[in-house]
């Protein structure tokens, strides 16, 4: 036989409201124990439905995100060397993400095995944590995808997908030089992003370099001024983290 609490239970899931309905029982039962009253019931339920929807939210964004990894600040080792130590409580600061509302970005720049992608990809996990829209990219894939778009004549769609998310971390700029037209594209993302939303970007080569990255010294140039104004910039040093278990 249906009760009235199996009615309601039906109409809450018929309305997408899941984690009422499955709640709603136990709610009406610790309402009945304690005499809460209705409006305890009503803000019992609305707080357990906002919950669930928020880790759904959390989820989602690091899904979308392509981050895959999901590092915790208290995983990354501050004293395998100096220059950790030394930008601690920038990094530290960095993590709460509040760059993100300032429209600011942030350049690491380092050798490889320095920390620069983990650092990277842990502030990016914490900007999802707080349900900011972030994407995690190589520099050379987006090149390649922004190049592919082009060909198909969906060059706008694709600068738009890499535009608009509240964080973009781009890394590994200078693993291989680009030509005109790869130069010509990653500067187009980053004009359009620059003070508006923000980017992460790692590279091994520092700015005195970026002529050996892009083939136009102009949108070298163009692209280093836009990165160094208004942003955190992380000079990491030292040997391979990946050679400290060897």
């Not at 980017?199 to 083939?215: A, D």
């Amino acid at each position: 036989m249906t009760t009235k609490i199996d009615e309601t239970t039906d109409k809450l899931r018929r309305l997408r409201l899941i984690n009422m309905a499955d709640h709603l029982a136990e709610g009406l039962e610790k309402e009945k124990e304690n005499n809460h009253g209705f409006l305890w019931l009503m803000d019992y339920l609305i707080e357990t439905e906002n919950e669930s929807r928020w880790i759904r939210a959390i989820e989602n964004r690091h899904r979308n995100s392509r981050l895959i990894d999901k590092f915790l600040p208290s995983d990354f080792d501050f004293k395998f060397h100096l220059s950790r130590q030394k930008n601690r409580s920038i990094l530290l600061r960095l993590l709460e993400c509040d760059f993100i509302e300032e429209h600011k970005d942030i350049i690491f720049i380092g050798h490889p095995g320095t920390g620069k992608t983990r650092l990277a990809k842990t502030i990016a996990h914490q900007a999802c944590l707080k349900n900011k829209r972030v994407l995690f990219t190589t520099a050379i894939d987006m090149i390649n995808h922004l190049i592919a778009a082009k060909a198909d004549h969906s060059l706008l769609k694709k600068l738009k997908y890499y535009q608009s998310p509240s964080l973009l971390l781009c890394d590994e700029l200078g693993f291989l030089s680009l030509d005109e037209q790869s130069s010509s594209l990653f500067f187009q993302v980053l004009s359009a992003r620059h003070g508006v939303v923000s980017t992460i970007v790692t590279t091994n080569l520092p700015f005195s370099r970026w002529g050996e990255i892009f083939q136009s010294t102009v949108i070298a140039q163009a692209i280093a001024d836009r990165l160094v104004h208004n942003s955190e910039i992380i000079l990491l040093e030292g040997p391979s983290y990946r050679q400290k278990s060897k």
